[in-house]
């Protein structure tokens, strides 16, 4: 777990979160379950580490629940019904009135069977890979009066793949996949020289700090993926499809997007984050 860091409600351009932030803790600490922040509001928060002004905003906040029986996971949601919290048709998904914030709370640990998470009231099933392994390297944030888990970029840019491999239909996902690459390098660069300075020479000039930040989210990645060699899988089997001979939906859809100025860049950028969870 890296160290603390200290930031406010109106950095995150979200001020109306923090009774949102401070009911969920509670409860959570309460019924001693632990917790944390995936999503949007999890890379915003690494945005700002790195200085950089997050550039969208959301009502939404992602969290990510360590739960040891699906009784607790009720005892949650209850609790935050009495706060002022409503379910709504997802079993996962509350909405809060007073701050029109929308909540998922993703369920993983004992409850979950290959990855994947039951809701036997509305016969709905929620891919949970990965978080597990997440989990043990989040990092900590203190928001005005309360600490909260988050997961690291690095987490995040597995979770996000592993979610777009199967609904192709999130390309959510894969905007925040490109605000991730786009700034690693700007984040990471006081770490740079130190920890992998071995790369300099061997990464072209052109689109420098782009080729080298995947090489080093690759190796950053590679912290997690060790932990499971069915999650380093389905990882390396993802990027690989962005660099087969048929057009991979990825790369298809940041050249859509304008992400990326053309096909060979984009294939580098794949290859320099392979090598590095290979390293």
Same mark, same amino acid.
Do not use: W
């Given at each position: 777990?890296?160290?603390?860091?200290?930031?406010?409600?109106?950095?995150?351009?979200?001020?109306?979160?923090?009774?949102?932030?401070?009911?969920?803790?509670?409860?959570?600490?309460?019924?001693?379950?632990?917790?944390?922040?995936?999503?949007?509001?999890?890379?915003?928060?690494?945005?700002?580490?790195?200085?950089?002004?997050?550039?969208?905003?959301?009502?939404?906040?992602?969290?990510?629940?360590?739960?040891?029986?699906?009784?607790?996971?009720?005892?949650?949601?209850?609790?935050?019904?009495?706060?002022?919290?409503?379910?709504?048709?997802?079993?996962?998904?509350?909405?809060?009135?007073?701050?029109?914030?929308?909540?998922?709370?993703?369920?993983?640990?004992?409850?979950?069977?290959?990855?994947?998470?039951?809701?036997?009231?509305?016969?709905?099933?929620?891919?949970?890979?990965?978080? /597990?392994?997440?989990?043990?390297?989040?990092?900590?944030?203190?928001?005005?009066?309360?600490?909260?888990?988050?997961?690291?970029?690095?987490?995040?840019?597995?979770?996000?793949?592993?979610?777009?491999?199967?609904?192709?239909? &999130?390309?959510?996902?894969?905007?925040?996949?490109?605000?991730?690459?786009?700034?690693?390098?700007?984040?990471?660069?006081?770490?740079?020289?130190?920890?992998?300075?071995?790369?300099?020479?061997?990464?072209?000039?052109?689109?420098?700090?782009?080729?080298?930040?995947?090489?080093?989210?690759?190796?950053?990645?590679? &912290?997690?993926?060790?932990?499971?060699?069915?999650?380093?899988?389905?990882?390396?089997?993802?990027?690989?499809?962005?660099?087969?001979?048929?057009?991979?939906?990825?790369?298809?859809?940041?050249?859509?997007?304008?992400?990326? /100025?053309?096909?060979?860049?984009?294939?580098?950028?794949?290859?320099?984050?392979?090598?590095?969870?290979?390293?």
């Amino acid at each position: 777990m890296t160290n603390t860091l200290n930031r406010t409600y109106r950095e995150l351009s979200s001020p109306y979160f923090k009774e949102v932030f401070r009911l969920i803790d509670k409860i959570c600490n309460n019924l001693r379950v632990e917790y944390y922040l995936i999503g949007a509001q999890a890379r915003n928060i690494h945005l700002l580490k790195g200085g950089i002004a997050p550039c969208r905003g959301t009502q939404d906040i992602d969290f990510a629940v360590m739960l040891p029986e699906m009784k607790v996971y009720d005892e949650i949601k209850d609790g935050l019904e009495k706060k002022g919290f409503r379910k709504v048709n997802e079993p996962y998904r509350l909405v809060h009135d007073k701050t029109n914030t929308v909540i998922d709370l993703l369920p993983f640990g004992e409850i979950e069977e290959e990855g994947t998470v039951r809701f036997t009231d509305r016969e709905t099933e929620l891919s949970v890979i990965g978080m /597990k392994e997440v989990s043990a390297h989040v990092m900590k944030v203190n928001l005005e009066e309360i600490t909260i888990k988050v997961s690291p970029l690095e987490g995040m840019i597995i979770l996000k793949l592993i979610s777009f491999s199967e609904k192709p239909d &999130r390309t959510k996902d894969l905007d925040d996949i490109n605000d991730i690459l786009s700034h690693y390098f700007d984040i990471n660069e006081d770490r740079f020289y130190e920890e992998h300075a071995d790369i300099v020479d061997e990464i072209e000039t052109d689109d420098f700090t782009l080729l080298a930040g995947s090489r080093i989210l690759g190796r950053d990645m590679k &912290r997690i993926l060790k932990q499971s060699k069915k999650l380093t899988n389905q990882i390396e089997h993802v990027i690989q499809n962005e660099l087969g001979e048929n057009i991979g939906s990825i790369t298809k859809y940041f050249l859509s997007q304008n992400y990326v /100025k053309d096909y060979e860049l984009i294939k580098n950028i794949f290859t320099q984050l392979l090598k590095g969870i290979k390293e």
